[in-house]
């Protein structure tokens, strides 16, 4: 009876050592290699037959997915180097130091394709490129048929982007609040981190109305209801409210963002497409 505690003991010990040792393979702190998979087995097998209840059934079924996780990584770790013609650095070092002088020189010779490049003015490019110069019309000849029309700078009046949908009937001020609200109420509901995408924001079913929101969004970063997040890598663009509008100084510097609210992007982002 004695024994028997003692094997299960010494069974449940070299299990937990087994999975440890597993874990670290599988977070890459310890190659795969270093774990001989045959004598894991034969522990395995060894000690089977002493357990009884769930838990040491579900100890040697932990260390049963751990090793095959170790195997699965062997293999890719084989393949991996059998794609990529990887040669082992101490073979290579022992090959190259049992190579002759002669034959290492002559490996190198065998690899070894020089390239070599001439550039030189050549009497007939020169004369090519005088052909091409003298076939050219005169500058005045080139640019005399375009039509360039001024157009004189003009100004829009608020009905006038009432009418174009651009603003509603309201003060701008008391709208603006409104968006602002809007947004907060977003970003608690869809949004992550207190932000939201920005055409998760300004979208809307028809692009009129997508293009009002954008316009909104504009003058919102503009007088400090709200700021924008650009992650040039990603090439992502997130909207952050504040909690409370914030005055921003004439002195500080700061840049002008120009996103595209196109068709086509409307579009793409109504098909749920990647923007």
């Known amino acids: 009876m ?3 505690k003692h094997d299960k003991k010494l069974g449940t010990e070299k299990l937990e050592r087994i999975i440890a040792m597993c874990i670290a393979i599988e977070n890459r702190t310890v190659e795969p290699f270093t774990l001989n998979v045959d004598e894991i087995i034969k522990i395995v097998h060894e000690y089977f037959p002493n357990w009884a209840n769930p838990d040491e059934l579900k100890l040697d079924a932990d260390a049963l997915h751990h090793l095959a996780t170790v195997i699965k990584m062997q293999s890719e770790w084989v393949k991996q180097r059998s794609t990529s013609l990887y040669t082992d650095p101490f073979l290579l070092e022992e090959k190259i130091r049992q190579t002759g002088k002669e034959g290492m020189v002559d490996a190198f010779l065998g690899a070894w394709s020089p390239l070599i490049e001439f550039e030189q003015l050549s009497l007939h490019s020169l004369a090519q490129g005088l052909l ?3 076939a050219l019309a005169p500058m ?5 048929n375009i039509d360039v029309t001024e157009v ?3 100004s829009i009046s608020r009905d006038e982007l009432v009418k174009q949908r651009v603003l509603s009937n309201r003060e701008f001020s008391e709208e603006l609040e409104c968006y602002w609200q809007e947004l907060k109420v977003k970003v608690a509901e869809k949004g992550a981190g207190g932000k939201i995408a920005y055409w998760n924001f300004i979208g809307a079913d028809s692009y009129e109305e997508t293009v009002q929101r954008a316009f909104l969004t504009s ?3 503009t007088y400090g209801y709200a700021t924008m997040e650009i ?3 990603e090439e992502t663009v997130f909207i952050l409210p504040f909690d409370k509008p914030r005055k921003v100084a004439l002195t500080e510097q700061s840049a002008s963002v120009a996103i595209a609210v196109s068709v086509e992007v409307w579009q793409k982002w109504k098909r749920g497409e990647q923007i």
Request: proline fraction near 0%; aromatic fraction near 20%; hydrophobic fraction near 45%.
């Open 219 to 221: 003058f919102l970063v």
């Open 231 to 233: 992650d040039r890598l």
């Open 152 to 154: 004189a700078m003009g």
């Open 140 to 144: 005045g000849d080139r640019w005399k």
């Open 132 to 134: 091409y110069w003298e």
């Open 2 to 4: 004695q024994s028997a």
